[in-house]
């Protein structure tokens, strides 16, 4: 068991909708008209976000926290091609980023968002600014599935900050008989190049005194100094059961005893 315990709330009779996502501690909820919300569930302040004209909201991000400035934005993935989209606060309308490419996975670092490409709203007010292009992310990937000989027909993709670094999990997963359930088999773990204006990627074997928990939609780092239970270069993950994979010597495992 995990050596730090924390505190358990349970709210009730807060906000009629449904729950699509969460950041900087506040709910992201939908009303029964289908118009988002921003609501933090210890001090119930709520901020309506505006309207979507079409799709689900899959992932959603803040720049700041709420509670801190009205000065934030919001960014989500939304539909079922997982279009970009950003509003700021006070805007009555989302600004829609590059209309033919799907985002699976969005985050906000040093002022810009991160998906598979590097967008910069500092430069302008209004529109953000693509500045970077991640280039050799899938390569690595696919070199990846050539040595294991494995198809891969479905790829998850995480973005998660991790001791200074940012960390791009790939999550592998295949079909599986006789139900046709994904099943994962493995994970590529890649550290983006800061310095490298093409947007590189490098490589990672080995996480020191990490270990990554990753879910549906976002995946966090965790100490392994903090938490001595959880092994350090593993990745740990929810599939009917919680399951561990050792990134060094790419295995999956099951945890017993949790």
């Excluded at 539909?79 to 606060?89: D, E, I």
């Excluded at 790829?155 to 900050?161: G, H, I, S």
Aim: with cysteine.
């Amino acid at each position: 068991m995990l050596q730090k315990i924390t505190p358990v709330y349970e709210l009730n009779n807060m906000f009629k909708g449904f729950l699509v996502g969460s950041s900087y501690g506040w709910l992201v909820i939908w009303d029964e008209t289908l118009i988002p919300h921003l609501i933090n569930p210890f001090s119930r302040a709520q901020i309506q976000l505006p309207l979507m004209k079409s799709g689900m909201i899959n992932n959603i991000v803040l720049s700041s926290d709420p509670s801190r400035t009205d000065n934030f934005l919001v960014a989500i993935t939304y539909s079922t091609l997982n279009r970009l989209a950003l509003c700021k606060h006070g805007h009555e309308t989302w600004t829609e980023l590059e209309k033919k490419k799907s985002y699976r996975n969005i985050t906000f670092r040093n002022g810009q968002i991160y998906t598979v490409d590097i967008w910069d709203f500092q430069i302008s007010d209004h529109f953000p600014t693509k500045v970077v292009k991640i280039e050799n992310l899938y390569r690595m990937t696919y070199q990846w599935l050539r040595i294991q000989n494995k198809p891969c027909e479905l790829r998850r993709t995480y973005l998660v900050e991790s001791s200074g670094e940012l960390l791009i999990v790939e999550r592998m997963s295949a079909y599986s008989a006789p139900y046709y359930t994904t099943a994962t088999f493995g994970f590529v773990v890649s550290k983006l190049d800061h310095d490298d204006v093409k947007g590189g990627c490098t490589s990672l074997q080995t996480l020191t005194d990490r270990a990554l928990s990753v879910g549906d939609k976002e995946a966090i780092s965790v100490s392994t100094r903090d938490f001595p239970s959880l092994k350090e270069n593993s990745i740990y993950f929810m599939e009917n059961y919680l399951k561990v994979y050792s990134l060094k010597e790419e295995k999956l495992s099951m945890c017993w005893g949790w």
